[in-house]
């Protein structure tokens, strides 16, 4: 019996080992690692694919089917688990899921009972699935890849303008194009070799110059730092790096406008989501073994994949049947994918100073229906039968950086909230990355150290929510998002007002805000008399936030937690730091506040001793579990972290 050869997904199981070093997890038992290989079919004339663009110009075998295949790992528990899938949508290859909800530390290869951390997806019962989806990685450190097809006219080469940009922390000679050496670079066309410019400037608004041609080149660095062979160095010609004589320098933005050729057909990567995932939880006999429910999780770039997915109307296979239940996109902001030629999926969303002309950040922003008021488009993240249930989570940095308030406004600037099937949380003074296992902080290039608010449980919560939401149909949290209407969301002069005078703080001068942008031209053009409405939440007396969900170093503060962070000098000195949030430590007694003039209350002053922080961060905890907003079993974890002050997230030399 032969396969059908447009059967949307084969997959090719390489090999089953123990997972945890065979340790049964409490209700689950064991778990075992299978490695994968999934083969996928899409047709192109389908009405479910039409959102792929340039799906037309791929290549098609005999049966008029585009090919391709893509990595596919699954965490199985041996005995069955609860028939719940738990899709990673990983972060540019990487596998994150178990990392953030298992207080775990990060590996892509996870095997042994430490990878599992606390094992709280392993308790749960879930199989969980991590499947390869951004097509334009590069191998390496374990990523998850999808070879994609090439998109040609003919047998001719696809080509057209895009543009790149370099921001560099250290000088360097060369550069891909991509940026990222774990990311393919559109290749430049033989005609792009002649034409294209090079452009550099301070700052975003700042006018460009251009650098002459004479001093700039597409080739690499190559060579140097062999003892047998000496520091012999060479500039090698490359259609996929750039290089440019004297070196990149901190404190530019370098923009490059090129002809690009040979373009992946890159959104193919949301079909084989679709379909991996329909394939796996309707068959039963299958590697995944019966599921009832599907959940997906992502962060930050997969967070606006997720985002895209839905509103593509990717939740939907070809047979018409839902395909996720339930999805948690995490710190997205209001943006998605960006999906067009020649676009570089590694690349952020938009903020202040990197990436601000980023496809990602284009209507609808919204889950619920609304208008466009610049333009009178009319549309919504969420629109089909078929869309799952959805909890939203973001943290401070995504209203300065992501322009998060329009997840839940209208591009004007008031109040809209979420639609029935959607909650929308905010994990207050929290920054875009949280790592469970952080340490002590640094500042990197930055005027502050990071912020060190612990998240990683809420995870959980969240994930306990949405499962009874699905399988039990129990109502989850009422969103906690600031509000127009009380006051918690407000404009940035209202918030600069607000924020307390901290010595040696150097505040943003506003939130990463949002423009009409015309992507007619290459590179786009800004109009900045057409403006979104980019609000922030509101803070305290101390500079914390005051809507949304507050963790327990949060409610019983030692600090200032703010989303945002500025630049340093030379370093594109005063602007937003990418997704950076900042740590501003209160005074550790009344004599050092009161000598470096700090307005906020002292450590002494508002706690007793260390044993009064460690109970009001109890107390906070156990108030987020009544919520259910918090597990029962992080009340402990909480209370362990803030034992001697919390370190080493924070350090007090107190009498």
């Given amino acids: 019996m032969t396969s059908d050869p447009r059967r949307p997904v084969r997959l090719e199981v390489h090999s089953r080992e123990p997972f945890a070093d065979a340790h049964r997890f409490p209700g689950a038992g064991a778990y075992e690692v299978l490695t994968a290989t999934a083969h996928y079919a899409v047709d192109p004339t389908a009405t479910a694919n039409r959102a792929i663009p340039d799906l037309g110009l791929a290549p098609r075998d005999s049966a008029g089917v585009v090919r391709f295949s893509g990595d596919v790992e699954i965490l199985r528990p041996i005995d069955g688990g609860r028939g719940r899938l738990f899709f990673d949508w990983g972060n540019r290859g990487d596998k994150r899921a178990v990392q953030y909800f298992c207080d775990a530390p990060h590996t892509n290869r996870p095997r042994t009972l430490a990878d599992a951390g606390n094992g709280f997806l392993?308790?749960?019962?879930?199989?969980?699935?991590?499947?390869?989806?951004?097509?334009?990685?590069?191998?390496?450190?374990?990523?998850?890849?999808?070879?994609?097809?090439?998109?040609?006219?003919?047998?001719?080469?696809?080509?057209?303008?895009?543009?790149?940009?370099?921001?560099?922390?250290?000088?360097?000679?060369?550069?891909?194009?991509?940026?990222?050496?774990?990311?393919?670079?559109?290749?430049?066309?033989?005609?792009?070799?002649?034409?294209?410019?090079?452009?550099?400037?301070?700052?975003?608004?700042?006018?460009?110059?251009?650098?002459?041609?004479?001093?700039?080149?597409?080739?690499?660095?190559?060579?140097?730092?062999?003892?047998?062979?000496?520091?012999?160095?060479?500039?090698v010609p490359s259609r996929s790096d750039l290089h440019l004589d004297g070196g990149f320098r901190p404190g530019w933005i370098y923009e490059l406008t090129y002809e690009a050729e040979d373009p992946l057909v890159l959104g193919l990567g949301l079909a084989a989501v679709r379909d991996l995932v329909s394939h796996l939880?309707?068959?039963?006999?299958?590697?995944?073994?019966?599921?009832?429910?599907?959940?997906?999780?992502?962060?930050?770039?997969?967070?606006?994949?997720?985002?895209?997915?839905?509103?593509?109307?990717?939740?939907?296979?070809?047979?018409?049947?839902?395909?996720?239940?339930?999805?948690?996109?995490?710190?997205?902001?209001?943006?998605?994918?960006?999906?067009?030629?020649?676009?570089?999926?590694?690349?952020?969303?938009?903020?202040?100073?990197?990436?601000?002309l980023s496809p990602a950040d284009a209507f609808p922003f919204a889950y619920a229906e609304t208008v466009d008021h610049l333009t009178g488009e009319r549309d919504a993240i969420m629109k089909r039968a078929s869309d799952p249930k959805v909890l939203h989570t973001q943290t401070s940095t995504e209203y300065w950086q992501r322009r998060g308030s329009l997840v839940h406004t209208t591009t004007d600037g008031r109040d809209l909230g979420f639609p029935p099937n959607v909650r929308g949380y905010l994990w207050s003074s929290s920054q875009h990355v949280a790592d469970p296992t952080a340490g002590a902080p640094t500042n990197g290039v930055c005027n502050h150290p990071q912020n060190v608010v612990a998240t990683s449980a809420l995870f959980r919560a969240v994930l306990d929510a949405l499962d009874a939401w699905v399988s039990e149909?129990?109502?989850?949290?009422?969103?906690?998002?600031?509000?127009?209407?009380?006051?918690?969301?407000?404009?940035?002069?209202?918030?600069?007002?607000?924020?307390?005078?901290?010595?040696?703080?150097?505040?943003?001068?506003?939130?990463?805000?949002?423009?009409?942008?015309?992507?007619?031209?290459?590179?786009?053009?800004?109009?900045?008399?057409?403006?979104?409405?980019?609000?922030?939440?509101?803070v305290d007396s101390d500079g914390n936030e005051t809507a949304g969900v507050r963790a327990p170093m949060v409610a019983a503060p030692l600090g200032t937690y703010t989303g945002w962070n500025t630049r340093a000098p030379g370093q594109g000195h005063g602007a937003l730091h990418e997704f950076s949030g900042s740590t501003l430590p209160f005074a550790a007694t009344e004599d050092e506040r009161l000598v470096t003039g700090d307005p906020r209350a002292s450590v002494r002053e508002r706690y007793r001793d260390s044993a009064d922080y460690v109970a009001r961060v109890k107390a906070a905890a156990e108030e987020l579990v009544a919520r259910r907003l918090l597990l029962g079993e992080d009340v402990e974890r909480a209370t362990t972290a803030a034992t001697d002050w919390a370190l080493p997230r924070h350090r007090f030399e107190l009498p």
């Fill in 473 to 538: 149909g129990v109502e989850p949290p009422a969103s906690a998002v600031p509000t127009v209407a009380d006051g918690t969301l407000v404009t940035k002069d209202a918030w600069s007002r607000q924020f307390p005078a901290v010595p040696s703080a150097l505040p943003p001068h506003g939130p990463n805000e949002l423009y009409a942008v015309d992507r007619s031209v290459v590179p786009p053009v800004t109009d900045r008399s057409r403006q979104y409405a980019v609000l922030v939440p509101a």
């Fill in 122 to 235: 392993m308790r749960r019962g879930y199989t969980i699935v991590f499947g390869a989806w951004q097509g334009d990685l590069l191998p390496g450190d374990g990523r998850l890849l999808l070879d994609l097809p090439v998109a040609k006219e003919g047998t001719e080469s696809v080509r057209g303008l895009t543009t790149a940009e370099f921001i560099v922390a250290e000088p360097i000679d060369s550069l891909p194009l991509s940026r990222w050496s774990n990311t393919r670079s559109c290749p430049v066309s033989e005609r792009g070799v002649r034409t294209a410019r090079l452009t550099r400037r301070r700052y975003p608004h700042s006018t460009p110059e251009e650098l002459p041609g004479g001093t700039w080149r597409f080739a690499r660095l190559q060579g140097g730092g062999s003892e047998l062979r000496g520091a012999a160095r060479a500039v």
């Fill in 281 to 356: 939880r309707h068959d039963p006999a299958g590697p995944a073994g019966p599921i009832e429910y599907a959940y997906g999780w992502g962060r930050s770039q997969t967070g606006r994949a997720i985002r895209d997915f839905v509103h593509l109307g990717f939740n939907e296979d070809a047979e018409g049947r839902p395909v996720f239940d339930g999805l948690l996109p995490h710190v997205s902001g209001a943006g998605r994918l960006g999906l067009e030629r020649f676009t570089n999926l590694t690349v952020s969303g938009g903020q202040q100073y990197e990436d601000h």
